[in-house]
């Protein structure tokens, strides 16, 4: 039996989305319309901080909060807008992005390398909320 590590996953989903570097992710930004979201958990936010103008939605729950037709749904999300995903290196997010797209989003993406790659390129973070 031949089995796939998470980073085999990580590399197809890749392959199927968009990944964006942290300066097209803060140019995208520019539009007010642009969702950007952070998976990361609660803590993870409350200790390394967010992205200015991020909502929260946890990995775990994405697919509910992304769902029109669940009790979890978050109006911010719709299958026409613009998305953007992130978390901490990346992974999460390229994993949440196919997700979306089998969900039938059609404008994902997600920031490749994650909080870590923002922080790097000195773009501005803030105090979650």
Not at 42 to 51: C, D, F, L, Y
Request: glycine residues 6%; negative net charge.
């Amino acid at each position: 039996m031949i089995m796939k590590t998470t980073a085999h996953l990580i590399a197809e989903a890749k392959a199927r989305i968009e990944n964006l570097a942290p300066a097209a992710v803060a140019a995208e930004l520019e539009d007010e319309d642009v969702l950007l979201v952070d998976l990361r958990e609660a803590e993870e936010r409350a200790q390394h901080g967010s992205i200015p103008r991020a909502i929260h939605a946890p990995r775990g729950m994405l697919e509910f909060s992304a769902d029109p037709t669940s009790a979890y749904h978050q109006s911010e999300f719709d299958p026409g807008r613009r998305t953007i995903l992130y978390c901490a290196s990346g992974g999460r997010s390229a994993l949440a992005a196919d997700m979306l797209r089998v969900l039938g989003y059609t404008r994902v993406a997600h920031l490749e390398g994650g909080l870590k790659s923002w922080r790097e390129a000195e773009l501005p973070v803030v105090a979650a909320t």
